[in-house]
């Protein structure tokens, strides 16, 4: 586990460093066995359903998807639908893990996620948030890939916020901006809009790869944004 001297370095970015201490004291809902019995149902009417997903991705993001290289993947919150299935169709040899609330719902997502072949780092810019930041760089050191909704768990929708940042410059790790295009789609009546794909519909995967930190802070320089910006016009362009 980083020092807190040496985490001090990222405060600025993302939270106070006093923050860490009280993050020890917050709850985490773990995903208990009846968590799994109660999703499980979920999940297999899921994977059915993910089955049928037309996935179109062109070459160059098939390459960057596909790359051994661990990443950082960036989507926005309300297509976490598609995770597993871009896990699963392009990354299954690669372990990752996704940020998910340390809250009794999370326990839940956790739990699916799990029986999605993706683990869990619990925490959010709210409640853990410190400790969710180090277990990720940890995760990340590990040779695993992490996936960060920018803009969750509780919004503005589609608006990134900064906590990927502090990630992306502790550990060096390439960041991976994922827009996902489904073509027919239904959305949930929630403050992201979730979006549930038709059966047999085509969704659009397409992929920019950003090699570093200092690659995030030289591009969204040059295009006059900040990164929170540079990522947020790209995921919605």
């Given at each position: 586990?980083?020092?807190?001297?040496f985490l001090s370095t990222f405060?600025?970015?993302?939270?106070?460093?006093?923050?860490?201490?009280?993050?020890?004291?917050?709850?985490?809902?773990?995903?208990?066995?009846?968590?799994y019995i109660a999703i499980f149902?979920?999940?297999?009417?899921?994977?059915?359903?993910?089955?049928?997903?037309?996935?179109?991705?062109?070459?160059?993001?098939?390459?960057?998807?596909?790359?051994?290289?661990?990443?950082?993947?960036?989507?926005?919150?309300?297509?976490?639908?598609?995770?597993?299935?871009?896990?699963?169709?392009?990354?299954?040899?690669?372990?990752?893990?996704?940020?998910?609330?340390?809250?009794?719902?999370?326990?839940?997502?956790?739990?699916?996620?799990?029986?999605?072949?993706?683990?869990?780092?619990?925490?959010?810019?709210?409640?853990?948030?410190?400790?969710?930041?180090?277990?990720?760089?940890?995760?990340?050191?590990?040779?695993?890939?992490?996936?960060?909704?920018?803009?969750?768990?509780?919004?503005?929708?589609?608006?990134?916020?900064?906590?990927?940042?502090?990630?992306?410059?502790?550990?060096?790790?390439?960041?991976?901006?994922?827009?996902?295009?489904?073509?027919?789609?239904?959305?949930?009546?929630?403050?992201?809009?979730?979006?549930?794909?038709?059966?047999?519909s085509k969704v659009i995967l397409?992929?920019?790869?950003?090699?570093?930190?200092?690659?995030?802070?030289?591009?969204?320089?040059?295009?006059?944004?900040?990164?929170?910006?540079?990522?947020?016009?790209?995921?919605?362009?």
């Open positions: 586990m980083l020092s807190l001297t405060a600025p970015i993302f939270f106070d460093i006093s923050q860490i201490t009280m993050d020890r004291l917050t709850h985490i809902s773990e995903a208990k066995f009846y968590h149902p979920i999940y297999v009417f899921v994977r059915l359903w993910q089955a049928t997903i037309r996935m179109q991705v062109d070459k160059e993001s098939r390459a960057l998807v596909t790359s051994s290289e661990r990443m950082i993947g960036l989507a926005w919150h309300n297509r976490i639908f598609f995770l597993a299935l871009c896990k699963n169709a392009y990354r299954k040899k690669f372990p990752m893990s996704a940020l998910i609330s340390s809250s009794k719902d999370g326990a839940y997502l956790a739990a699916f996620f799990k029986l999605m072949n993706v683990g869990a780092v619990r925490g959010s810019s709210k409640h853990r948030g410190g400790l969710a930041i180090l277990d990720l760089i940890d995760t990340l050191a590990d040779g695993s890939d992490v996936f960060i909704t920018p803009d969750g768990p509780r919004g503005p929708s589609q608006k990134a916020k900064s906590g990927f940042i502090a990630v992306a410059k502790a550990s060096g790790a390439r960041i991976l901006l994922m827009r996902i295009s489904p073509q027919n789609y239904w959305t949930v009546n929630s403050w992201d809009k979730f979006i549930l794909p038709f059966p047999f397409k992929n920019k790869n950003i090699a570093n930190y200092e690659e995030l802070m030289r591009l969204s320089s040059e295009a006059n944004m900040t990164p929170e910006e540079y990522v947020g016009a790209f995921l919605n362009s």
